[in-house]
């Protein structure tokens, strides 16, 4: 996102290992074979692993990771070193570099990661034998490695995203800042407008939080529909928060303009969350089916393992989907319009302001990320038709009145959001004020309706605030 006019640097090379004339063919048999050792060994440990049942515990749990760790980090570079030694060939693209940093920063971080989480485990297992299996429970296990992932991923972005744009060549003033052009607010408005929006972040910061304290707080709701719905609240919460204050701050200071690093920061979690909010969705989907569908195994289907595991699933793919839109669009240049109109960092925005070649960007919008939208979408769909299915088989007015009790809430939040998004990113033609109300919606309306939605159609939600409510009156009298 610098300005430049000169041609970009397409490629960089690799003076590779100080290896004595004559002796490549030596060192790259040797190189070679001790990849090929790396893999198979490590491979075989995986495989091992995973197919004794009695290595079914948390330290080969962990162990087969760090040996998938150790395969992936060791791929990152020996394979191009291999290519460059037997071809004679020292070059390797921009992109090519950019990935290679990225995934050596990842693999290299997780092992540090992975070898904590073991010495841990083994802390946990001589100086505490007899909780062993209480503490290091399969959630625990899968939450430390999960943890470690998005830890690592957070650190690899951090460092690629500050290194990207020193790797670009410029011989003219990097663009410092954009313009927002915000709402298409009336003149002389601007408080109301104002009011109303911090009115409406307000609701949501405190909505969503009472919804995550609640769940917290109430034994009853300590179930996977719930602990799906806590981190929906913190995905909505968070959502909003990356959009609504510079908004707010912009509406009431008149600037409207944000740095190129505040710029690519909104974008990157923006992205994040919308897209978390995504996965779950669907991921709370899939557990009203298990719940209607499959009654007598929900408990065994729903553990607290797969329940962490879904999750942390969704955070990371989210991170990954992330990462791949945020590179691809920090390598663009941006050179006399620098205008957004929009109230935030909007990729499809940002994409239009580019002097670059952005067929690459779009390619990867509509087909990574028409598949990264429709995918949960067409789970939440299938979850549903099933769901339909089965209570039209034996009709009864108790199983339709629990089904929609159950379902309801997730369904107004489901239209909610993908009604809103689907009309802004992939049913419009041009970017206009339609679209930029329609990204109110689901950005700054949907993460304060949501909390309403389910605490006013959900009796668990307001038993546990009535109970909250009494405790509270309780100590103050």
């Known amino acids: 996102m610098r300005p430049e006019n000169q041609s970009s640097v397409s490629q960089f090379l690799l003076l590779g290992l100080p290896i004595p004339p004559g002796q490549h063919s030596v060192f790259f048999t040797l190189f070679l074979g001790m990849y090929l050792t790396t893999v198979l060994g490590n491979l075989l440990i995986i495989l091992l692993i995973r197919l004794d049942s009695r290595l079914h515990t948390p330290m080969y749990f962990f162990l087969s990771h760090l040996a998938l760790t150790d395969v992936s980090f060791s791929s990152v570079t020996v394979p191009k070193m291999l290519v460059n030694m037997q071809t004679w060939q020292q070059s390797i693209s921009y992109a090519g570099c950019i990935s290679q940093l990225y995934f050596f920063i990842v693999f290299g971080c997780l092992d540090n990661f992975l070898l904590a989480v073991m010495a841990y485990d083994r802390y946990v297992a001589i100086c505490h034998p007899l909780h062993y299996s209480?503490?290091?429970?399969?959630?625990?296990?899968?939450?430390?490695?999960?943890?470690?992932?998005?830890?690592?991923?957070?650190?690899?972005?951090?460092?690629?995203?500050?290194?990207?744009?020193?790797?670009?060549?410029?011989?003219?003033?990097?663009?410092?800042?954009?313009?927002?052009?915000?709402?298409?607010?009336?003149?002389?408005?601007?408080?109301?407008?104002?009011?109303?929006?911090?009115?409406?972040?307000?609701?949501?910061?405190?909505?969503?939080?009472?919804?995550?304290?609640?769940?917290?707080?109430?034994?009853?709701?300590?179930?996977?529909?719930?602990?799906?719905?806590?981190?929906?609240?913190?995905?909505?919460?968070?959502?909003?928060?990356?959009?609504?204050?510079?908004?707010?701050?912009?509406?009431?200071?008149?600037?409207?303009?944000?740095?190129?690093?505040?710029?690519?920061?909104?974008?990157?979690?923006?992205?994040?969350?919308?897209?978390?909010?995504?996965?779950?969705?669907?991921?709370?989907?899939?557990?009203?089916?298990?719940?209607?569908?499959?009654?007598?195994?929900?408990?065994?289907?729903?553990?607290?393992?797969?329940?962490?595991?879904?999750?942390?699933?969704?955070?990371?793919?989210?991170?990954?989907?992330?990462?791949?839109?945020?590179?691809?669009?920090?390598?663009?240049?941006?050179?006399?319009?620098?205008?957004?109109?929009?109230f935030y960092c909007d990729l499809a925005a940002l994409l239009k302001l580019s002097c670059s070649d952005i067929s690459l960007n779009e390619l990867v919008l509509f087909t990574e990320g028409g598949m990264i939208f429709f995918l949960p979408f067409g789970v939440i769909l299938g979850s549903y038709i099933r769901i339909e299915t089965i209570i039209l088989r034996v009709p009864s007015t108790k199983r339709l009145s629990k089904a929609f009790s159950t379902c309801g809430s997730h369904l107004s939040v489901v239209f909610l959001y993908y009604g809103t998004a689907s009309g802004v990113y992939f049913f419009s033609s041009s970017w206009g004020s339609k679209d930029i109300i329609a990204s109110v919606m689901y950005t700054v309306v949907t993460p304060m309706l949501n909390p309403f939605i389910y605490s006013l159609r959900n009796k668990d939600i307001k038993q546990a605030l009535e109970m909250c409510v009494n405790r509270v009156k309780f100590f103050n009298w």
């Not at 408080?191 to 609701?203: C, E, N, W």
């Open 134 to 342: 209480t503490i290091m429970n399969q959630a625990l296990c899968t939450l430390l490695v999960a943890g470690s992932w998005m830890v690592v991923c957070v650190h690899a972005l951090f460092h690629t995203l500050l290194l990207v744009p020193l790797m670009r060549p410029e011989n003219q003033s990097r663009v410092s800042q954009f313009l927002l052009l915000g709402l298409p607010i009336p003149p002389g408005q601007q408080s109301v407008f104002f009011t109303l929006f911090l009115g409406m972040y307000l609701t949501t910061v405190l909505g969503n939080l009472l919804i995550i304290l609640l769940i917290r707080l109430d034994s009853r709701l300590h179930t996977p529909m719930y602990f799906f719905l806590s981190h929906l609240a913190f995905s909505d919460l968070s959502l909003s928060s990356v959009i609504v204050p510079k908004m707010l701050m912009n509406m009431q200071t008149r600037q409207q303009s944000i740095s190129y690093e505040q710029c690519i920061s909104q974008l990157y979690f923006f992205i994040l969350f919308a897209g978390l909010s995504n996965f779950l969705l669907a991921v709370m989907a899939y557990d009203r089916y298990v719940a209607i569908c499959h009654p007598l195994h929900y408990t065994t289907i729903m553990r607290e393992g797969p329940c962490v595991l879904l999750v942390a699933g969704s955070w990371i793919l989210s991170c990954l989907h992330d990462l791949l839109h945020t590179l691809l669009l920090v390598r663009l240049s941006f050179v006399a319009n620098n205008i957004i109109s929009h």
